[in-house]
């Protein structure tokens, strides 16, 4: 990965030497009780030059397995860089995590306003102000998310085709899955990479829930890449992925032809085969029972844990074509 050597980096408008470590304040606006919030942006800089890298989770207030990860990585020294520097945001969207909510107070989706103007509504100005006062010195970016809705994501690194550098850093991770996506207009991933800035896209669990196998999975991941980047400190060791990382081409969503109330019959990571008994539908009354059968061939990356369903409801992502055809996962979480 190639960076350009900085002795000092500008973020919130605060400038910061190498060696140095500092708490900012990423501070836009109060509640209405006029009460503060104080949203901590906490860098670690190492004499020793190298890449800045930032830590983000929170986009959407809801989605706290992001935001567990980066305490971790705080909490644990691991942003404590061997050289370069680490900068870690746990929440972006403060106000949705007040409230667990996935929105804005205004209603809008931050991951939908990027880049974002300095006088537009609230999710807005709080976008601008991420890619105006801390991307510019940043030279990589993780982000981390979750599934919504009651949809539980495998552990998965998502970015886009026909870029070697995020195959990389996305191999190094070493999740169960990559995931070939388009990058989705006005979101914080597009933002960064029409900026030049590389940026994977973690998504894994699902929203206002703390699940450990997820954690785990972010937080080893996170080890991984700063050691290959070289920034990870000797004193913490990196373990090997538990599974061979698969990488899908495509991938589909299998929805709900019926509504009622839902179980899924098949485990995340699990290989299915089209024709397959995934699950099942059923009415409250015992009278109706309806059989899901895969409609692709492939392995399970969501499921919708949600018990009551309606017709066109996504219940299953599925991938429907992988990359050199790679062999299944042997234990699926």
Known sequence: MTYTQKTIISILGKDIKAGERCELNFGVANLHTTSSIDVPVIIERSKKPGPVVLFTAGIHG????GVEIIRQIIAKGINKP???TIICIP?????????????FPDGRDLNRVFPGTKKGSLASRVAHKLVSEVIPDVDFIMDFHTGGAGRFNAPQIRITKNNPQLDELANAFGAPFILYTKNIKKSFRNTCSKLGKPILLFEGGKSTHIDINITNTGVNGVKRVLHHLG???TKFKVSKPKTQTVTILDSSWQRANYSGMFKPSIALNTKVTKGDIIGNITDPYGKFNHFVKAIYSGYVINVNELPIVYQGDALFHISTKLKNDQARIKNPI
Do not use: H, P, Q, Y
């Open 82 to 84: 061997k050289c370069g």
């Open 231 to 233: 920034m990870l400190s």
């Open 62 to 65: 809801d989605e706290v397995n």
């Open 91 to 103: 929440i972006i969207n403060v106000f949705g995590f007040i409230t667990l909510k996935r929105e």
